[in-house]
């Protein structure tokens, strides 16, 4: 079964600190992994997209890695702002499919305090 | 800031009415899905679409149905509203790639009394 499980649920952290979200997935055949950040009531919106030769990929203070031979991801961000309070989610896309099918994590509930 | 837009944003509606939730874009993409959001949930794709006249179902089981005529607008509609139905709907599109972005909606969040 096609899974995508996120740790830790949730994360407070005061602000200027720097965390790591952590993403283990099952999807097979893998083609890319994503993480999103979607804010309270509005739609997630795009953050990176790696595909299974990239193992490192930047957005400005958001880090990801991937390893695909542990089928492992995180998401590090640094020196946080109040702004990043949201939920992070990470996505995982298969070539099984000429849809290109997309299965989400549950998200990661980040709070970022003064 | 993506061009894709949902509209209405807070619908509350009793049980038995019909409902149309919008949804268009203007970045002209072929692709455009519905998912299916619970509080504290992972997203569950509900419709998808290759293009015009294309419409298929997704994971979750769906009483709602959906149209694309046009390019830039995939309407999702419910013909008898239940309780059951109480959540959020987030539209996206993307392109035709395998790891192009799929840009999403700001969400309707549907309450049905």
């Known amino acids: 079964k096609n899974q995508v499980e996120q740790s830790p649920q949730s994360l407070i952290i005061l602000e200027g600190k720097n965390c790591t979200l952590q993403?283990?997935?099952?999807?097979?055949?893998?083609?890319?992994l994503r993480w999103y950040k979607q804010d309270t009531g509005r739609g997630p919106v795009s953050l990176t997209i790696?595909?299974?030769?990239?193992n490192t990929k930047s957005n400005g203070r958001y880090t990801a890695t991937l390893d695909a031979d542990t089928k492992q991801s995180s998401l590090h961000i640094t020196a946080s702002q109040l702004s990043d309070s949201a939920s992070y989610i990470c996505v995982v896309g298969d070539r099984g499919s000429t849809l290109g099918r997309l299965y989400f994590g549950r998200g990661t509930q980040l709070t970022v305090w003064p | 800031e993506a061009d894709i837009y949902q509209t209405p944003r807070y619908l509350v509606i009793g049980t038995g009415k019909k409902i149309t939730l919008e949804c268009s874009q203007t970045m002209g993409h072929d692709k455009m899905y519905w998912y299916q959001q619970d509080p504290g949930m992972e997203l569950h794709l509900i419709h998808y679409s290759y293009g015009v006249n294309s419409t298929e179902k997704g994971d979750l089981s769906s009483e709602s149905t959906v149209s694309r005529i046009r390019t830039e607008h995939f309407p999702l509609t419910l013909e008898s509203a239940r309780p059951s139905h109480t959540s959020q709907y987030l539209c996206?599109?993307?392109?035709?790639?395998?790891?192009?972005?799929?840009?999403f909606g700001p969400g309707t969040r549907l309450t049905v009394l």
């Open positions: 996206a599109s993307g392109g035709t790639g395998s790891t192009d972005t799929q840009y």
């Open positions: 993403c283990n997935y099952t999807v097979s055949p893998f083609s890319n």
């Open positions: 790696m595909t299974f030769s990239e």
